[in-house]
Protein backbone atom coordinates (compact mmCIF):
# COMPACT_ATOMS: atom_id res chain seq x y z
CA UNK A 1 0.00 0.00 0.00
CA UNK A 2 2.89 2.40 0.71
CA UNK A 3 4.45 1.67 -2.33
CA UNK A 4 1.19 1.84 -4.20
CA UNK A 5 0.85 5.79 -2.83
CA UNK A 6 4.90 6.60 -3.65
CA UNK A 7 4.03 4.93 -7.47
CA UNK A 8 1.05 7.39 -7.96
CA UNK A 9 3.00 10.44 -6.20
CA UNK A 10 5.65 9.83 -8.89
CA UNK A 11 3.14 9.08 -11.51
CA UNK A 12 0.59 11.58 -11.09
CA UNK A 13 3.58 14.53 -9.20
CA UNK A 14 0.73 14.93 -6.39
CA UNK A 15 1.33 14.23 -2.75
CA UNK A 16 -1.73 12.81 -0.55
CA UNK A 17 -3.05 14.66 2.66
CA UNK A 18 -5.41 11.63 3.20
CA UNK A 19 -5.89 8.41 1.43
CA UNK A 20 -8.73 5.99 2.46
CA UNK A 21 -8.61 2.19 1.53
CA UNK A 22 -11.60 0.25 0.76
CA UNK A 23 -11.36 -3.77 0.68
CA UNK A 24 -13.55 -6.38 1.61
CA UNK A 25 -10.50 -8.74 3.47
CA UNK A 26 -9.35 -9.01 7.30
CA UNK A 27 -5.74 -8.67 5.33
CA UNK A 28 -6.78 -5.15 4.17
CA UNK A 29 -7.90 -3.74 7.71
CA UNK A 30 -4.83 -4.95 9.10
CA UNK A 31 -2.65 -3.61 6.44
CA UNK A 32 -4.21 -0.41 6.53
CA UNK A 33 -4.24 -0.63 10.34
CA UNK A 34 -0.55 -1.06 10.15
CA UNK A 35 0.58 1.96 8.16
CA UNK A 36 -2.22 3.88 9.52
CA UNK A 37 -4.81 4.47 6.55
CA UNK A 38 -8.34 4.44 7.26
CA UNK A 39 -10.58 1.50 5.96
CA UNK A 40 -13.60 1.20 4.72
CA UNK A 41 -15.15 -2.53 4.39
CA UNK A 42 -17.37 -3.80 2.45
CA UNK A 43 -19.26 -7.21 3.76
CA UNK A 44 -22.31 -8.59 5.52
CA UNK A 45 -23.26 -11.07 8.60
CA UNK A 46 -19.76 -12.24 10.40
CA UNK A 47 -17.49 -10.30 7.12
CA UNK A 48 -18.76 -7.06 8.92
CA UNK A 49 -18.50 -7.69 12.27
CA UNK A 50 -14.78 -9.19 11.83
CA UNK A 51 -13.72 -6.36 9.98
CA UNK A 52 -15.38 -4.12 12.44
CA UNK A 53 -13.68 -5.84 15.42
CA UNK A 54 -10.04 -5.42 13.21
CA UNK A 55 -10.47 -1.68 12.71
CA UNK A 56 -12.67 -0.82 10.11
CA UNK A 57 -13.92 3.07 9.99
CA UNK A 58 -16.94 2.24 8.17
CA UNK A 59 -18.83 -1.00 7.31
CA UNK A 60 -21.08 -1.08 4.13
CA UNK A 61 -22.81 -4.44 2.66
CA UNK A 62 -22.71 -2.95 -0.52
CA UNK A 63 -22.32 0.36 -2.73
CA UNK A 64 -26.05 0.55 -3.47
CA UNK A 65 -25.74 3.83 -1.61
CA UNK A 66 -23.46 6.12 -3.38
CA UNK A 67 -24.15 8.93 -1.60
CA UNK A 68 -23.53 7.50 2.19
CA UNK A 69 -20.55 5.87 0.21
CA UNK A 70 -18.90 8.82 -0.97
CA UNK A 71 -19.83 11.04 1.86
CA UNK A 72 -18.52 8.53 4.19
CA UNK A 73 -15.18 8.75 2.40
CA UNK A 74 -15.32 13.17 2.36
CA UNK A 75 -15.86 12.96 6.53
CA UNK A 76 -13.00 10.17 6.79
CA UNK A 77 -10.48 12.32 4.56
CA UNK A 78 -11.33 15.07 6.07
CA UNK A 79 -11.12 14.35 9.84
CA UNK A 80 -7.45 12.98 8.75
Known amino acids: MTLSV ?3 AERYG ?4 CTVYVG ?9 RNIG ?8 GSR ?4 SAEGAVRVFP ?3 DADIFL ?3 YEITNAA
Open 24 to 32: DGVWDVRAC
Open 71 to 73: SSV
Open 48 to 51: ATRL
Open 14 to 17: ASFA
Open 62 to 64: DFS
Open 6 to 8: QRA
Open 37 to 44: VPFIGIGT
